[in-house]
């Protein structure tokens, strides 16, 4: 099992920065891949971010936050962080940390372990 606890959410005018932080515990030697998703009320989860945890640490990002979103690791201390730059309201949503044991591009239907999630609002 791998037990996983997000911080850093919070209310930001438009065009300003936050930054997530996973923290990750339990069987951590298992996990392939982990990143984040996020959920908007009234919409479905969606895919954000994505971090290999072998060596290269190969990114992903969803087109909508290509280019203002950067996900890092720290394998050494289990941490994720998710840096959110010129962030706009349509990115108000609550974030979650997710992490798979079986899969190096975190699919939705893979991800063996949520987060408990955090708040992220943009006002404009």
């Known amino acids: 099992q791998v037990q996983l606890v997000e911080s850093g959410g919070g209310l930001v005018q438009a065009g300003g920065s936050l930054r997530l932080s996973c923290a990750a515990s339990g069987r951590t030697f298992s996990i392939k891949a982990m990143g984040w998703f996020r959920q908007a009320p009234g919409k479905e989860r969606e895919f954000v971010a994505r971090?290999?945890?072998?060596?290269?640490?190969?990114?992903y990002y969803a087109d909508s936050v290509k280019g203002r979103f950067t996900i890092s690791r720290d394998n050494a201390k289990n941490l994720v962080y998710l840096q959110m730059n010129s962030l706009k309201p349509e990115d108000t949503a609550v974030y979650y940390c997710?992490?798979?044991?079986?899969?190096?591009?975190?699919?939705?239907?893979?991800?063996?372990?949520w987060g408990q999630g955090t708040q992220v609002t943009v006002s404009s």
């Open positions: 971090i290999s945890v072998v060596s290269g640490g190969s990114t």
């Open positions: 997710a992490a798979s044991t079986a899969s190096y591009t975190l699919p939705i239907g893979m991800v063996n372990s």
